[in-house]
Structure formats: structure tokens, C-alpha cells
């Protein structure tokens, strides 16, 4: 089945660190992948996109310099290094593929998502 499934999300106080896995199947998993962000109250928002090689990469602006997107594309994962995390960075975290790099655009269904919470 074409499937998306995050993980690694938990609870972690301001300024510690998180990884989160994706790992998807079938046709969920394309030549670029991003991942996604919806906080408490708000629109599902686009964080970080990444090419098949991993050199073409985008972030939002909310979150450049802090996270880092990769991908092994041999276990069809796409991963986001979370540092410096602030308690506005709760929320679920969804991955999915893009129709570009930097598009920001869903091209699969969602997956269940993961949790992620900042205590100050």
C-alpha cells in the first residue's frame, strides 16, 4: 500500500534536540520530499523540502539554520534534525512527497504524523 509513517517525535525542552523519521511506500515516495508542520490552531505548514540526491534542499523561513532535512533513499526515509527547539515548534509533523524541492505542495494522502512538544 502506499503508506506514510512518521516517528520520532516526544517531548523535549526548549533548545534540545529531536530527529524524526519518515518512511514511506509505494508512490508516497518521490523524487522530492518535504515535511510539514500544523501547530495548535493552525494551517498545516510547509518546513523543508529535499531532492532525490539530497543537494537541492529548501527551508521555511521559521526554521532555517535550525533543522536539517536528509533522506536515504535505500530505505526510502526522509529525516528532519531538529536543534535548537522552541516551544512555538509543537505541533504534529507530517512528511510527503512534492512536486518540487521547494514547492511545498502534498502529492500523497497524510500520514498519522508525529507529535512534537517544546516546554519552556
Known amino acids: 500500500q502506499d503508506q506514510l509513517v512518521e516517528s520520532g517525535g516526544g517531548l523535549v525542552q526548549a533548545g534540545g534536540s529531536l530527529r524524526l523519521s519518515c518512511t514511506a511506500s509505494g508512490r508516497s515516495f518521490q523524487s522530492y520530499m518535504g515535511w510539514f508542520r500544523q501547530a495548535p490552531g493552525m494551517e498545516r505548514e510547509f518546513l523543508a523540502g529535499i531532492g532525490w540526491s539530497g543537494r537541492l534542499t529548501s527551508y521555511a523561513d521559521s526554521v532555517k539554520g535550525r533543522f536539517t532535512i536528509s533522506r536515504d533513499n535505500t530505505k526510502n526515509t526522509v529525516y528532519l534534525q531538529m536543534n535548537e527547539l522552541k516551544p512555538e515548534d509543537t505541533g504534529a509533523y507530517f512528511c510527503?512527497?512534492?512536486?518540487?524541492?521547494?514547492?511545498?505542495?502534498?502529492?500523497?494522502?497524510w500520514g498519522q504524523g508525529t507529535q512534537v512538544t517544546v516546554s519552556s
Open positions: 510527503n512527497a512534492l512536486s518540487t524541492y521547494a514547492s511545498g505542495r502534498p502529492l500523497a494522502d
